[in-house]
């Protein structure tokens, strides 16, 4: 699986869009982008995935670059709850086979008042 | 509801005694996993199934074993043989049924003295 670089930390005002970026330039054709977020003592939460078109479902929105090298999760409207750590995966979906995930160490979000 | 659950949420053990983590899903998943977090790191595979009675090594299976007899069970037992055990542990799962998105439980805190 191609690895990922996220920035270690980033502050947001709350009610302010989130917008985080991770880049993944050796992403291959048939690999996926995931979001997972994890808050302190608790198992990750799956937030969104794309292939190559952009993205956008209850919890956020996601944007990959045309070259799909990098890609950002945007949270339109921050709020305390989502302070927590973000990863960014990429994952490749072979039929037939358990794909797992590789995690990095994130970005951890703090949101702010 | 549909979902992962795991138990303990807190164990302690003595070192050198051996200890199952239980998991259970009723979500009709092919493919289960184990990672270990340590704190502030993210998360790495211990071992993963793709199917019942299969099971595969990840990237720190030493001093752990699993099993796949049952579709929703995968228990992990930590060995003696496990030189740092304590950490926290997620089990997860993935399938068809959620478009092969890899969901996790809330995890086990283990503490070994």
């Known amino acids: 699986d191609a690895k990922t670089t996220q920035p270690p930390s980033m502050d947001c005002a709350e009610g302010r869009a989130a917008n985080l970026p991770c880049n993944h330039s050796?992403?291959?054709?048939?690999?996926?982008v995931y979001w997972y977020r994890q808050i302190h003592s608790q198992g990750p939460q799956y937030i969104i995935h794309?292939?190559?078109n952009n993205e956008t479902n209850e919890m956020a929105s996601l944007i990959i670059t045309e070259d799909r090298k990098s890609s950002t999760l945007i949270l339109p409207h921050a709020t305390l709850r989502d302070t927590a750590v973000y990863y960014c995966?990429?994952?490749?979906?072979?039929?037939?086979?358990?794909?797992?995930?590789?995690f990095g160490t994130g970005t951890r979000l703090q949101v702010t008042l | 509801d549909g979902g992962i659950t795991q138990s303990p949420k807190y164990l302690f053990r003595k070192e050198g005694q051996n200890v199952t983590l239980s998991c259970e899903q009723n979500?009709?998943?092919?493919?289960m996993y184990w990672y270990r977090q340590d704190p502030g790191q993210g998360l790495r595979l211990i071992y993963y199934?793709?199917?019942?009675?299969?099971?595969q090594k990840g990237d720190i299976a030493e001093g752990y074993s699993v099993s796949r007899e049952k579709k929703e069970s995968f228990p992990l037992t930590v060995t003696s043989a496990q030189k740092n055990p304590t950490a926290f542990y997620l089990c997860?799962?993935?399938?068809?049924?959620?478009?092969?998105?890899?969901?996790f439980g809330e995890g086990s805190w283990l503490t070994v003295v």
């Open positions: 997860a799962s993935s399938g068809p049924s959620s478009g092969n998105t890899i969901y």
């Open positions: 050796t992403i291959s054709g048939n690999e996926y």
């Open positions: 794309g292939l190559k």
């Open positions: 995966i990429v994952r490749g979906l072979n039929t037939g086979t358990a794909s797992k995930l590789t």
């Open positions: 979500l009709n998943h092919d493919a």
């Open positions: 199934s793709q199917i019942v009675n299969d099971f």
